[in-house]
């Protein structure tokens, strides 16, 4: 079985600080993951994925993501919130190709 | 290069009326899937497709139909719409198993459907 938790479904951050988004996953196999980001009324673009390489994962726009497999962790990071990354992100998990397991989403407020 | 197109974009139903969304991929991609969005909820999968000729369901498939006539084309279709069906739905493809695993998919940008 494939699942994955978003702990967060909303955060808030102000414009310039760090930004930590929370993914635990569960799956029977070695899995691969993704994070999508979703701009309001568009529709979903990779940022970043695993793939049993290394375990710190650089995507698109200065966001990071670290594998922890004895966490079952995929957090999303970034040094430094941008306005332009407010959005829904969500975090996703397959092992075996034909489904994709999308977590609820967690919501991006970046406060000016 | 397109990718993944979808249409319409946006669309009104009334109860028990049918329609057909429609997908498109022009990147030689053999695999194709159907997902729904509901508010809190992620992304569920409806039905997907391995190649031409072949579909299978995935999470949510009653009330939906599919066929793979093309490996371009992957149609969703809906009978008696119901308000259950509101939601938006993105088509996706990938070129394989292993290339879904390890780039992703690809999306299409959506369709906004209400059943009133």
């Known amino acids: 079985a494939q699942s994955v938790t978003q702990l967060d479904s909303h955060v808030s951050v102000s414009e310039g600080t760090p930004v930590l988004l929370r993914c635990n996953y569960s799956?029977?196999?070695?899995?691969?993951l993704f994070w999508y980001v979703q701009h309001p009324n568009k529709g979903l673009q990779l940022l970043l994925k695993?793939?049993?390489?290394?375990?710190l994962v650089k995507g698109i726009n200065g966001f990071e993501a670290e594998f922890k497999k004895s966490e079952t962790s995929f957090h999303l990071t970034k040094p430094s919130a941008h306005m332009s990354d407010a959005a829904e992100y969500f975090c996703?998990?397959?092992?075996?190709?034909?489904?994709?397991?999308f977590g609820t989403g967690t919501s991006l407020t970046v406060i000016p | 290069n397109a990718g993944v197109t979808q249409t319409p974009k946006f669309r009104i139903l009334k109860i028990g009326q049918s329609m057909t969304l429609q997908c498109t991929q022009d990147?030689?991609?053999?695999?194709m899937y159907w997902y729904r969005q509901d508010p809190g909820m992620g992304l569920k999968l409806i039905y997907y497709?391995?190649?031409?000729?072949?579909?299978d369901k995935g999470e949510v498939p009653n009330g939906y139909n599919v066929s793979r006539s093309t490996t371009e084309d992957f149609p969703l279709r809906l009978e008696l719409a119901a308000p259950s069906q509101t939601s938006v739905y993105f088509c996706?493809?990938?070129?394989?198993?292993?290339?879904?695993?390890?780039?992703?998919?690809?999306f299409g940008s959506g369709t906004r459907l209400t059943v009133v």
């Open positions: 990147m030689n991609h053999n695999y």
């Open positions: 695993y793939t049993s390489a290394a375990t």
């Open positions: 996706a493809s990938s070129y394989s198993i292993t290339g879904a695993l390890g780039y992703g998919y690809t």
């Open positions: 497709s391995v190649g031409a000729g072949i579909t």
């Open positions: 996703v998990v397959s092992s075996t190709g034909n489904q994709f397991y």
């Open positions: 799956s029977s196999y070695s899995p691969s």
